[in-house]
């Protein structure tokens, strides 16, 4: 399974961005897929995920309201709506992947599969 993630940039205080990670091959034992995030010299950090059979979705309390998970099956690919972005929110997005039953969502060691990444930068 290959996970591509896009859409990232650098983007003032209050504004938006729309990150896209395009999934292929066995695309039907993905149970959930999840966005995480890095900031240089801290841990890895859940922000959203989505279970791809009942559309459930998971929000870090940092990131709820603010972030929106969604998926789009024509299209192999899964989304995060980001508004009102905060300094705080800048550092590297991935999403990654796991086709097991009871993966929690927020815990990055739960997922196996993973993407290279994409920079978002709040100034």
């Known amino acids: 399974v290959q996970l591509v993630e896009s859409g990232g940039g650098s983007v003032q205080a209050g504004g938006s961005l729309r990150l896209s990670c395009e999934y292929s091959?066995?695309?039907?034992?993905?149970?959930?897929m999840g966005w995480f995030r890095q900031a240089p010299g801290k841990e890895r950090e859940g922000v959203a995920a989505?279970?791809?059979?009942?559309?459930?979705?998971y929000y870090a309390d940092s990131v709820k309201g603010r972030i929106t998970v969604a998926q789009d099956n024509a299209k192999d690919t899964v989304y995060l709506e980001m508004n009102s972005l905060k300094s705080e929110d800048t550092a590297m997005y991935y999403c990654?992947?796991?086709?097991?039953?009871?993966?929690?969502?927020?815990?990055?060691?739960?997922?196996?599969?993973w993407g290279q990444g994409t920079q978002v930068t709040v100034s």
């Open positions: 990654a992947a796991d086709p097991r039953i009871g993966v929690v969502p927020g815990i990055a060691p739960h997922f196996t599969v």
């Open positions: 989505i279970y791809m059979s009942s559309g459930r979705t």
């Open positions: 091959q066995y695309t039907h034992n993905l149970r959930v």
